[in-house]
């Protein structure tokens, strides 16, 4: 089992930037892909990155077409922390940010449904 506890959500005026983390515990995350979501009022969750577990494609991100460029995705398995630092925000990156880990050992991707570990989410709200 892993519990994910994420942090760092907060109100930011358009332009800048939020680091948000996700503690991991119950297990070591570096096996792991781990992948961060977001929900917007009246939005359905959708995907915003992923890290793939440290392996053969160690540290591998993905990212959501509106967001590349502009977040970045890593992590730390020494502090079994993934971090997601928000720069150049626009209101439109406003949500409530979600941690997510798949089962060991599968490939970091992009599906809401293939992740089974779920943190309580952060809020994010950029000002325009």
């Known amino acids: 089992q892993v519990q994910l506890v994420e942090s760092g959500g907060g109100l930011v005026q358009a332009g800048g930037s939020l680091r948000l983390s996700c503690v991991a515990s119950?297990?070591?995350?570096?096996?792991?892909?781990m992948g961060w979501f977001r929900q917007a009022p009246g939005k359905e969750r959708e995907f915003v990155a992923a890290?793939?577990?440290?392996?053969?494609?160690?540290?591998?991100?993905v990212y959501e077409d509106s967001v590349k460029g502009r977040f970045t995705l890593s992590r730390d398995n020494g502090k079994n922390t993934v971090y997601l630092q928000m720069d150049s925000l626009k209101p439109e990156d406003t949500a409530v940010y979600y941690c997510?880990?798949?089962?060991?050992?599968?490939?970091?991707?992009?599906?809401?449904?293939?992740?089974?570990?779920w943190g309580q989410g952060t809020q994010v709200t950029v000002s325009s």
């Open positions: 119950g297990r070591t995350v570096n096996r792991y892909a």
């Open positions: 890290i793939s577990w440290s392996g053969p494609s160690s540290g591998s991100t």
């Open positions: 997510a880990a798949r089962l060991y050992l599968r490939p970091a991707t992009m599906t809401e449904g293939d992740y089974v570990y």
